[in-house]
């Protein structure tokens, strides 16, 4: 079974600066897809980026990155220029490219915070 | 365009008691998926559905019981609520690729 980890429960980050929320998975597939997801205190569930397996190219969305790392099975997401409104907790999540089920696997959230 | 459409957004049961949840989305997407979070915890997938008339169990599927008689609708219930079952719960949908999430149901068990 696939699994996600996201290794740091809370981050701190001042405000312009750039800050790497750290994600590890576990898979035997080889295609499959990763996310990056915002959860404000809104409760709502944001999708920050996405990253398809098959491409080699770090997906970029404005401020925020992915360093994707297929062998080592890392997703690393770089905030840039760091904001208020970044202030949330982050899930990292993984889809199977096939298959029936097409859930997401979710890790347990990294709640930044950005200091003004 | 509503979205995915979650009622209630909050509720506060008494053990024992039932209820039922209502996940409602206007995209007509096949796939519907329940979710239940607890800090500390993530998101843990409950049941979910590949199409109309189908459901299959999740992760932590004990104590709750789902049903998709219309497309567009996917029910969460429990039958006999205890504690352990405080928590966020979120449905989402899904045509294959990309997720729609509701905003939600906290949902308390005293």
């Known amino acids: 079974a696939q699994t996600v980890t996201q290794s740091q429960p809370e981050m701190s980050v001042q405000e312009a600066e750039t800050v790497t929320l750290s994600c590890t998975y576990d898979t035997s597939e080889s295609d499959y897809y990763l996310f990056w997801y915002k959860q404000p205190p809104s409760r709502q569930m944001i999708l920050v980026i996405r990253?398809?397996?098959?491409?080699?190219q770090n997906a970029t969305e404005n401020r925020f990155s992915v360093n994707f790392q297929k062998a080592a099975k890392s997703f690393s997401l770089k905030i840039s220029d760091s904001q208020l409104g970044d202030a949330a907790m982050y899930f990292c999540?993984?889809?199977?490219?096939?298959?029936?089920?097409?859930?997401?696997?979710f890790g347990k959230g990294t709640k930044l915070s950005v200091k003004p | 365009n509503a979205g995915v459409t979650q009622t209630p957004k909050f509720r506060v049961l008494k053990t024992g008691q039932s209820m039922t949840l209502l996940c409602a989305q206007d995209m007509n997407h096949e796939y519907m998926y329940w979710y239940r979070q607890d800090p500390g915890m993530g998101l843990r997938l409950i049941h979910y559905?590949?199409?109309?008339?189908?459901?299959a169990k999740g992760e932590v599927p004990d104590g709750y019981n789902v049903s998709r008689l219309k497309k567009q609708n996917f029910l969460l219930g429990l039958e006999s609520a205890a504690p352990s079952q405080t928590s966020v719960y979120f449905c989402?949908?899904?045509?294959?690729?990309?997720?729609?999430f509701g905003s939600g149901t906290r949902l308390t068990v005293v």
């Open positions: 989402a949908s899904s045509p294959g690729y990309g997720y729609t």
């Open positions: 999540a993984y889809r199977n490219y096939g298959g029936s089920q097409g859930n997401l696997i």
């Open positions: 990253q398809e397996a098959y491409k080699q």
């Open positions: 559905s590949v199409g109309e008339g189908t459901t």
